[in-house]
């Protein structure tokens, strides 16, 4: 059986939100993204403290696409240190996960 991943992602706007989640379901690097927002955000970066609005991606993916999937978000992102964390699905429905198998299928 393979593993399952969420893995997760902010940027600085809605639109740019939506073409991250867009782009790597259509790649089929994730067979889904949900988009949250706006969520604040306190990071410290460059030696200050921000405190910004984003909005989050999570992508629903397998183990084996995790690769592609950070190599797209890389690419796509226009943050110079994107957020990337992808965190272990332990339980899920069976028919959820296969169809994440099925809609992650690498071409």
């Known amino acids: 059986m ?18 991250l989640a867009t782009t790597a379901v259509a790649a089929r690097v994730a067979a889904c993204a949900q988009i949250d927002g706006p969520v604040t ?5 460059e030696g200050a403290v921000h405190t910004d609005q984003e909005w ?19 690419a796509t992102h226009d943050y110079e240190t994107p957020e990337i964390i992808a965190t ?3 339980h899920g429905g069976a028919d959820y996960l296969a169809w994440v198998s099925a809609e992650t299928v690498g071409e």
Do not use: M, N
């Open 2 to 19: 393979p593993a399952y991943l969420t893995v997760l992602t902010t940027t600085d706007t809605a639109e740019k939100a939506g073409h």
């Open 88 to 90: 272990p699905v332990t």
């Open 41 to 45: 955000s306190v990071y410290r970066w």
């Open 56 to 74: 989050r991606v999570l992508y629903k993916t397998t183990e084996d696409r995790y690769p592609a999937l950070e190599a797209h978000i890389r």
